[in-house]
């Protein structure tokens, strides 16, 4: 994946204080693949200066031996998945208006990334209130709220991306892309989510997609 590709397609994902949202509402994550998780997020806080990295859920505290909240400053939810093959590392944060470019704010963490190349895990970390309620997936495209799936209704369901279709498939409370015009399919690769605030990004078609609902509500930033 070039930079042109990574900029226009990067997942909105990542970024709080770390990428100066405001407001009480605001959203922000930073999405980024890496060999090493563990230092990377440690290099992110180091150059934020300071995150209570919170874990999402149990495979996350082991992969990153969590024993409980690590670090100190703002609070922030960590997700981090293995992925089925290693794939381009890279970095990209989203929030209000969609994707952004993150290399400005963080230099040093982007040089980091860069110079592993490949990364076999996929860390998502979350700068934001979540909604409680029934789970359900949403689907932004290009920064605009377009749809919101049903997780309690297994099946597929074809959405439009940027440069073209995606197929996603809800099963047993889960989400995870089965198609998609890309030609990395990072998107693919990255399986079923199903935790609050879990994502699927898709740099070329524009798309990202989250969980709200379902706890985890109330973590104070």
């Not at 150059?47 to 909240?69: F, M, Q, V």
């Not at 290399?103 to 209130?129: D, N």
């Not at 709200?212 to 930033?221: N, V």
Request: charged share 30%; glycine share 12%; net charge positive.
């Amino acid at each position: 994946m070039n930079r042109r590709e990574f900029l226009a397609l990067a997942i909105g994902a990542l970024g709080a204080s770390a990428f100066k949202i405001k407001g009480k509402n605001a959203r922000g994550s930073l999405i980024f693949t890496s060999s090493n998780p563990a230092e990377a997020l440690k290099r992110l806080a180091n150059e934020e200066g300071g995150i209570k990295y919170i874990p999402a859920d149990e495979e996350t505290r082991r992969l990153l031996r969590l024993s409980g909240p690590w670090g100190r400053g703002k609070g922030a939810l960590v997700f981090v998945r293995e992925l089925d093959e290693a794939v381009p590392t890279n970095i990209t944060y989203t929030g209000p208006g969609g994707i952004k470019d993150p290399r400005r704010k963080y230099k040093k963490t982007y040089a980091f990334l860069s110079r592993e190349r490949k990364g076999k895990y996929l860390v998502t970390v979350v700068f934001e209130r979540n909604s409680t309620g029934p789970a359900r997936a949403v689907v932004e495209i290009n920064g605009r709220r377009a749809r919101e799936i049903d997780l309690q209704k297994d099946g597929a369901h074809r959405i439009k991306g940027v440069q073209g279709d995606m197929v996603l498939e809800v099963r047993g409370g889960k989400i995870r892309a089965v198609e998609s015009s890309c030609e990395k399919k990072i998107c693919v690769h990255t399986g079923f989510i199903s935790s609050p605030q879990e994502k699927i990004v898709c740099i070329p078609n524009r798309v990202v997609i989250s969980i709200e609902g379902s706890g985890l509500d109330g973590i104070s930033f």
